[in-house]
């Protein structure tokens, strides 16, 4: 194969920096290739640990390292910081843009793993009282929100005030993420918190796990659903199944049940762990190549997992749909390294591979400290030992040696000490979400532009002109 990209070398792009991205370029490292990865974010995020950011357990830091340090010593990598905002199939360029500057990218081979979103089922406007979680950002918003909860619950109940409202917390999403969140804020609330307040007592707080489906954890059987909903129970957990969420605000939301009735409950703190939905990216490409789109948006791919018509474009991870693949970590890995084999095996001019094949290597899920449910193979396990097995594992695909470190020691003040070392929340991480959100033109807006845009200094001057004329209620007379 020769270079379309006019380099000596063939040029891999990779769109993600996550399981697929990472693994994929790694998978490069000893290829005749120069692989470019660009994503959204800096880092790479382990998705599985972020309800333990949270929750307070962890850093972001050691489960987000910077991918640019991850891959520091494989020579052949570089990578970019950038929004893929566009794929041309044809001219074989990506588009990235970070703050107003643009980049276009050409590729000899791609491999697209941009993962997926927080789904709310049609129901966007939920996100705004309810926040996903998917995203350091989305974690730090919800440490915020949890502890926020309990402070200013102190506040209202050294007033007099009720405050039952803001000592419920409900999760919507009986799936792993779901129970493992459930079972930290009720830890939090029952152990952790239990010494550290004088006018609300955190163990009167109710921890509610929300789904419309009749099972606590669906894809581990009616046997480890059971153990798992009775474990959650048993340290506080109110499991409510059957129940479908269909109105989120400010003080709470209203369910459904299935006879069709409606109820409420009042609860500042909402977490939404329920539904995924494929990065926007696969429209690009399904309208350029006919790949159909599945329900949650995910792509169609040919059994090597490239695109139709497009051997030189690999997709992989949550993005894709095939053979009822699930979306978790190991198929997006997996799927990246067969992708990453591929292309180096048609460099040296061997055989294509058969079809991708995933090989299940189980599942697993915490329910609190020491207990958990594990799938390995037909092995069905649940308790102590389900719960080092997830330790071993989390352990070791922590990515890098000084997280792995930091990481089992705050294990250790968590699990046997019942205590959180990441407490710290600020005003800025419950809030600014939605600020950034008003702003029309993204955030960009509050950066001068490298050329043409309007520059920061007129943006300024613009909000201090609008402030004068708030201030001298001018503008409202204007409006009126
Ligand atoms: C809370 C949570 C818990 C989970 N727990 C487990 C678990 O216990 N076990 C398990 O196996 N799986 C788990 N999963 C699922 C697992 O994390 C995913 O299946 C896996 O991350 C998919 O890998 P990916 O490479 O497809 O996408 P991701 O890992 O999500 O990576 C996507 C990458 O693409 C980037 N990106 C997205 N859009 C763009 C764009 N337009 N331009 C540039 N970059 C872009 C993102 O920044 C990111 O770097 C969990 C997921 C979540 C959210």
Redesign the pocket.
Known sequence: MSSKAGNQRHQVVV???????LFGTKALRRSDVDVTV????TH??F??L??QVATGILSEGEIAPPTREVLSKQKNATVML????EIDLEEKTVT?QVLGRELKTPYDSLII????GQSYFGNDQFSEFAPG??SIDDALELRGRIFGAFELAEVMAAAGMEVDHLLTFIVVGAG??GVEMAGQIAELAHKTLKHDFRSINTRQARVILLDAAPQVLPPFGAKLGEVAKTKLESIGVEVQLGAMVVAVDERGLEVQERDGERRRIEAVTKVW?AGVQA?P?TKTLSEQTGAALDRAGRIAVNPDLTLPGHPEVFV????VTLDNLP??????IQG?RYAAREIDGRLRGKAPQSGFHYFDKG???TISRFSAVATVGKLRLSGFVAWLMWLAVHLFYITGFKNQVTALLHWAVTFIGNDRSERTVTEQQIFAREALKRLHGGVQELVSQPSGGRSREELEAQAAEEVRLTDAGARGRALA
């Open positions: 769109v993600g920096s996550g399981f697929g991205g660009i994503a959204r974010t790479h995020l998705q599985p972020l309800y950038g929004e893929i905002t990235s793993a941009a993962g997926a979680m998917k792993p993420t762990a990065s990216l992989v991870g949550d993005m979306g978790v970590a190991q198929v997006a990246a599942s697993m899920a």
